[in-house]
């Protein structure tokens, strides 16, 4: 991921009024997670799985301030029993930033299920989401997921793919 | 050890507190035991979210006491949670676990911890949150309370609780959308923030 990449994301977020960020690393965001944590405007929680950090989301939400969740698409898998009870159930956010795992050019095998179960599982559970592959996209794309997760109570998600994070 | 009378003495001890509260019938038992803090409580049915919902509270609300009344399978659902309280320490979080040793909400199937083998209250010193107890009777829980409620550490107490649900109690009627409202309505008025605010046009 490209210096100029993290910094669009970081604006995003600031943008959109985020202070809390919880992640689980992984590979393809690895020079953003670093950069979260140097900055003195966002507190990062580490977490030992994405359903936790789901949850936690939530609980920043019912606080008045504004969380991200950032993770490798496969976390959505991890998440998909917190985030269907909070945003069906009651109505509670989590806006999730995840990089796109198994997208066209991935050249991991074990990255290929995160691929086929990413978008099925966010139209299962009606979250909206888009797909950025353009750097100068990012920061407007943060942004959007803000508006409309806090005008729908519901979840949004943006994936990053493509040059931004290879 | 009965859970609503351990409920009570909790809840005498609250006032400005905001609660995030497990599944089942501690729902209904806590909705009696404190009726002062009804509209200051997150009623949910989130097996595994209780303590994370309740550390991103406290996380977002770092001048605000947390407390999350979590159960045996909530917590076993996600142990993974006590390493990162052991880790990020936050100074306003009371975590009380009732352990029943069942799935009592389901007809009372057993948890892992009524083998005896399994102690929450170690696994939690063990991934760092040092003031984990268990409690056996009324006064040593109300004791933990008090301690809990003061502490500028992470303190969780494990309740050993019967598997039994105090009868003849008045049920909650509103769902879980009901209760968000209610609960960030409370939050807004009583911190003056905005949380859930009007849309650009009505």
Redesign the interface.
Known sequence: MQQSAVDAVIRGLKRAGVSIVCYLPDSLFKELYPALDADPDIRTIQVTNEGEGAAICGGVFLSGKRAALVMENSGLRASVEPLARMGLGAGIPVVMLMSYRGDMGENNWWAVPHGVTMEPVLQALRIPYVVEREEERIEQAIFDAYELAYSSYYHTAVALSGSIVR | MKRFECMTKLAARLSDELV?LSLGASVDEWYNAAPHMRSAS?F??????VT??????????PERQIISLDTDGGLLF?L??L??LG??KPKNLFVVVWDNEMYQSIGGPKTHTASGTVDLAAIARGAGVTHAYTARTLDEFDAHCEAGLASDDPYIVVAKVAGTVQPEIKRKHS???E??YI??RH??AT?G????GP?EHN
């Open positions: 995030v997150l949910q049915q989130q097996l595994g979210c994370p919902q309740a550390f991103g509270l406290a996380a977002g609300l996600n993974g949670i390493a990162t880790n990020e769902d879980g959308r209760d968000k609960f960030v939050v807004e911190e923030i905005t949380i859930m849309s």
